[in-house]
């Protein structure tokens, strides 16, 4: 591993450190008698360079302003953009630290710390590969991207569902924002930016982010009122940039650090035979969001540290790029794994049947990611354009899972340890032809090699027979995978006119190999073939009324060869890698109008079919202490063993619905607004395996946010899942009915100023 000089990576830390703590997306705050009598251009950069949304032959979606402004001023995380997109999905077994991402039903349920992803997470052109790094809080952000189907040409690496493309804020102006709120629970956010410029191209940006939650969740179990659910999450960037003539240079110094509770597991939340939450009572008795009966012990910290460095020089016909980035960080969560208290072998049980403890904490000693890509793009807009450049990934990373034999043990019964280091290189090409007459043809590839190396072992193993069998430390243990692949895309578009345009695209997409190494209770490693996914889509993008009115419309079809999942849990509670073929087909449309001054709305939704489509896809079914009901017929000859050929892929809605609705009335300097936003989906299976009760029939999730603002300052009221709608969004199968579930409803006030 090639590590940055500890000196410097500590400076970037103090110095994105000494920021005032902040949150929150900087929101356009334009009075109605001033507004845009329409939508204006929306500018993306999903093909590394910046383009009009309605020219890009990508299925591609952007979150800023109101929408992006609503749904992260209430100590969300980034959990909170589910659904906001057609076909985005974002879930965690691990809470605010370790989003799973799913694109068009491609992801992964894995909850191992070393998990690898389809969906691929970029942050300012650098993509971020380990889990716990995934959920970098969302502040200062120009916009997010979310781009549908394989990405391998441009970026990154493990991107055949997709992309998630955070943009921040650059340096370059003398100015400025602090946003402050205040909600149920004492749900607290700041957050600020400030930046200055100067005549001889220097320039710096400064940006924070606190983010705190009192603890909410009562657990009956102990005499205190409020045990469970906070947190304190703070995050800062520090930007320095130099600019002159054609040379432009960035320095940018990241940190996070998260105190909190883990994700709260929640003992028999469903009743056998049925998927609806209830109490801590059993049947008859409703569910409490803010109620729990357990006896583990339940904490989860997270620092994060990045240090980068952005070069361009434009040489006039190109611009050549380089992008050096390291990221640094260290984990620890422990939580009650069963969701009750006691056993039935103890005096003590309940909710409901806890047939045996369950205590566990997974430590990231140590992650180090190091990352290097240089570029170069032609500079022109029209005729023959292209980019070329090589990337570099380098990653360490240290694993420690402890199983402890008593609630509040201090020493565990068990102790694994992985060790993984990763390294891979890219080298890629794009080019692409705008033809007299609105005809734009573009093709890339990119050659991937990626090297896993990775050591598992359990050397501490003191449990009875009953639980693992047999009992001994199991030796070291090590494998090798390697990948390589051309990965490659083309697509047409033709702008048939101002207001019309089709494309069409083909891509091939690439994930590299895995491995699983969590030997807590298994004995051996399992390891994943690379996978290789052939997607189809075409679409048309539209804009008429004077641009009052867009509407684009894309239908896809995937074919992936060796899928990797990971069968989670079960009898054997272990979580074993396995390759699957998986076919999808889908729609996704979205609809954007400004039909009046002042009156602005959208609607997305898709329609997605993300099937398993192989008859020798077998895994085992709920835990046989676990009294589920699983519906998929069983393997000839093996009890507990199902069949899952045909079945959607877990935590795949095949419907999805997302709609916002904005409104301002000039009103003195300034104006008062309203705005809402609502999401949908339809049902989801937990695991590969369908089961009545390990799943969700729907979530409906609806925000609001009524306000008044001029161009300096902005004061509102909002609510955040209106409905207090109460679903499950994932679950624990190898002990009883165990789920965790949504957020709970959140109101509060929020004042704002630009300066």
Not at 226 to 255: C, K, M
Not at 269 to 279: A, I, K, M, Y
Not at 507 to 529: E, H, K, M, N, W
Request: glycine residues 10%; contains cysteine; negative net charge.
């Amino acid at each position: 591993m090639r590590h940055l000089p500890s000196a410097l990576a500590m400076s970037f830390a103090l110095a994105a450190g000494a920021a005032t703590p902040a949150a929150a997306q900087e929101v356009s705050a334009i009075p109605a008698a001033e507004a845009d009598s329409g939508l204006g251009d929306i500018v993306v950069t999903a093909q590394r360079r910046e383009e009009s949304l309605q020219d890009v032959p990508v299925s591609v979606s952007v979150l800023s302003g109101d929408t992006l402004g609503a749904i992260t001023s209430t100590g969300s995380d980034i959990r909170a953009l589910a659904g906001r997109v057609p076909s985005l999905n974002i879930e965690s077994s691990y809470g605010r630290s370790f989003p799973r991402f799913y694109i068009r039903g491609l992801g992964n349920t894995d909850f191992d710390l070393n998990a690898s992803q389809p969906v691929s997470l970029v942050y300012d052109e650098v993509v971020l590969e380990n889990p716990i790094l995934k959920g970098f809080p969302i502040f200062d952000l120009d916009r997010v991207e979310v781009l549908r189907g394989p990405q391998g040409t441009l970026f990154g690496r493990n991107t055949p569902a997709g992309i998630v493309k955070f943009d921040t804020v650059k340096p370059g102006k003398t100015g400025g924002y602090a946003r402050v709120s205040y909600g149920r629970y004492g749900t607290s956010q700041v957050e600020v930016a400030a930046g200055a410029a100067d005549d001889n191209g220097f320039s710096v940006r400064l940006s924070g982010l606190y983010q705190h939650r009192d603890n909410w969740v009562d657990n009956i179990a102990t005499t205190k009122k409020d045990d469970l659910g906070g947190y304190d999450d703070i995050a800062a960037r520090l930007q320095l940039q130099y600019e002159n003539g054609p040379f432009t240079g960035r320095v940018t110094g990241q940190v996070r650090i998260f105190d909190g509770s883990a994700i709260i597991f929640r003992a028999n939340t469903q009743l056998p035979g049925s998927n609806s939450l209830v109490g801590l009572g059993g049947a008859g008795t409703g569910f409490e969001r803010d109620k729990v009966w357990q006896d583990g012990i339940n904490f989860q910290k997270l620092n994060t540290y990045n240090a980068a460095l952005n070069l361009e020089y434009d040489f006039g016909a190109v611009t050549a790029y380089s992008i050096t980035s390291y990221w640094n960080g260290n984990f620890r969560s422990r939580g009650d794994i069963d969701g009750g208290f006691g056993a039935v072998f103890l005096p003590e049980s309940g909710p409901g049947l806890i047939p045996f403890a369950a205590q566990s904490q997974d430590n990231v000693p140590s992650l180090d990611q190091f990352t290097q890509e240089i570029r170069i793009a032609s500079n022109n807009s029209g005729g023959l354009g292209y980019q070329f450049g090589a990337f570099y990934f380098d990653e360490g990373l240290d694993i420690t899972s402890f199983d402890f034999g008593g609630p509040t043990d201090a020493t565990p019964a068990a102790i694994a340890v992985q060790r993984q280091d990763s390294e891979a290189y890219g080298i890629f090409g794009s080019v692409n032809y705008a033809f007299e007459g609105g005809l734009t043809l573009q093709a890339g590839a990119r050659y991937n090699h990626d090297r896993r190396d990775f050591v598992a072992a359990r050397p501490v193993e003191t449990r009875p027979d009953f639980v693992v069998n047999p009992n001994t430390p199991v030796p070291p243990q090590a494998a090798r995978v390697k990948g390589k692949l051309l990965t490659w895309d083309a697509s047409a578009t033709y702008e048939a006119s101002d207001a019309f345009t089709l494309y069409a695209r083909v891509a091939r997409g690439y994930r590299a190999p895995s491995v699983q190494g969590r030997l807590t209770f298994s004995r051996v490693i399992s390891t994943a073939d690379q996978e290789e996914t052939m997607s189809y889509e075409a679409g048309i993008k539209t804009a008429f009324l004077n641009d009052r009115v867009r509407f684009n419309l894309t239908g896809y079809y995937f074919d992936t060869k060796d899928l990797q999942l990971t069968a989670v849990g079960g009898t054997a509670n272990v979580a074993s890698l396995l390759n699957v073929d998986a076919k999808g087909h889908g729609i996704e449309a979205e609809l954007q109008a400004a039909p009046a001054r002042g009156l602005t709305f959208s609607v997305g939704g898709a329609w997605n079919v993300a099937e398993i489509d192989d008859a020798n896809a077998f895994v085992a079914g709920c835990g046989s202490a676990t009294p589920c009901t699983v519906l998929d017929p069983q393997r000839p000859g093996s009890p507990g063993i199902f069949s899952i050929d045909g079945n959607q892929l877990p935590q795949s809605p095949k419907w999805t619905l997302n709609a916002t609705a904005g409104y301002e009335i000039p009103v003195g300097d300034g104006a008062i607004y309203a705005f809402t936003d609502w999401y949908y989906r339809s049902k989801v299976q937990f695991f590969l395996y369908r089961s009545v009760e390990f799943s969700d029939d729907k979530l409906i999730e609806g925000g609001l946010r009524v306000g008044y603002r001029t161009d300096r300052f902005d004061v509102a009221a909002f609510v955040r899942n209106i409905t207090n709608d109460e679903s499950p969004t994932g679950g624990i199968d190898f002990n009883n009915l165990t789920s965790y579930v949504n957020e709970p409803r959140i109101w509060g006030v929020e004042a704002g100023v630009k300066f």
